[in-house]
Antibody, heavy 121, light 111 residues
Framework: EVQLLESGGGLVQPGGSLRLSCAAS????????MSWVRQAPGKGLEWVSA????????YYGDSVKGRFTISRDNSQNMVYLHMMTLRAEDTAIYYC??????????????WGQGTTVAVSS | QSVLTQPPSVSGAPGQRVTISCTGS?????????VEWYKQLPGTAPKLLMY???NRRSGVPDRISGSKSGTSAFLAITGLQAEDEADYYC???????????FGGGTKLTVL
């Protein structure tokens, strides 16, 4: 069974940092693009970042560019999101999502259950 | 506001047909980029319903269909059932933004 399990969320002060992790299982991890998508309380979905199967190509939404870094470890079937200089508006549920194939702009066919990030003093 | 525009809400009685629209522009849907559709139940993660405009994900009933024409895309649900009540999101790629873009979401209520 294909599964994604996020971890690392929590409460952090404005300006702080956090690293989210996503453990993947049940598929050939290196063959698929991976993404992070977030959802602020009561709001819609917002794409955050994506990484190609090889890890060589990374992409970011404008609201996080320069502050967040996506990476992956294909030997451990893990994808990460390192978040720095966090702001109140980064408060959201962060979902890890698998690409339908190794194409970062396409659909996301498997989603994790999400991990909650709260930025507040 | 969202790059892709969806109606905030739609509703229909059981057995009826509803359509959810997703309107983009010449830098996303109009540029030929595909639309994907997701369904989200309260308190759960989104699930892929349709990919590449009109392809149903395995397990999605054939009373749900997708289409795309020009700068607009549509998700149609016939024979409406209580289990269809959820939030629906469209997604595509925008070449001007070099970003994945989502619609604002549509809440479907089954009356």
């Amino acid at each position: 069974e294909v599964q994604l399990l996020e971890s690392g969320g929590g409460l952090v002060q404005p300006g702080g940092s956090l690293r989210l992790s996503c453990a993947a299982s049940g598929f050939t991890f290196r063959s698929y693009a991976m993404s992070w998508v977030r959802q602020a309380p009561g709001k819609g979905l917002e794409w955050v970042s994506a990484i190609s199967g090889s890890g060589l190509r990374t992409y970011y939404g404008d609201s996080v560019k320069g502050r967040f870094t996506i990476s992956r470890d294909n030997s451990q079937n893990m994808v990460y999101l390192h978040m720095m200089t966090l702001r109140a508006e980064d408060t959201a549920i962060y979902y890890c999502a698998k690409g339908y194939y190794d194409y970062v702009w396409g659909s996301r066919d498997v989603w994790g259950q999400g991990t909650t990030v709260a930025v507040s003093s | 506001q969202s790059v892709l525009t969806q109606p905030p809400s739609v509703s229909g009685a059981p057995g009826q047909r509803v359509t959810i629209s997703c309107t983009g522009s010449s830098s996303n849907l109009g540029a030929g980029y595909d639309v994907e559709w997701y369904k989200q139940l309260p308190g759960t993660a989104p699930k892929l319903l349709m990919y590449n405009n009109s392809n149903r994900r395995s397990g999605v009933p054939d009373r749900i269909s997708g289409s795309k024409s020009g700068t607009s895309a549509f998700l149609a649900i016939t024979g409406l059932q209580a289990e269809d009540e959820a939030d629906y999101y469209c997604q595509s790629y925008d070449i001007s933004l070099s970003a994945v873009v989502f619609g604002g979401g549509t809440k479907l209520t089954v009356l």
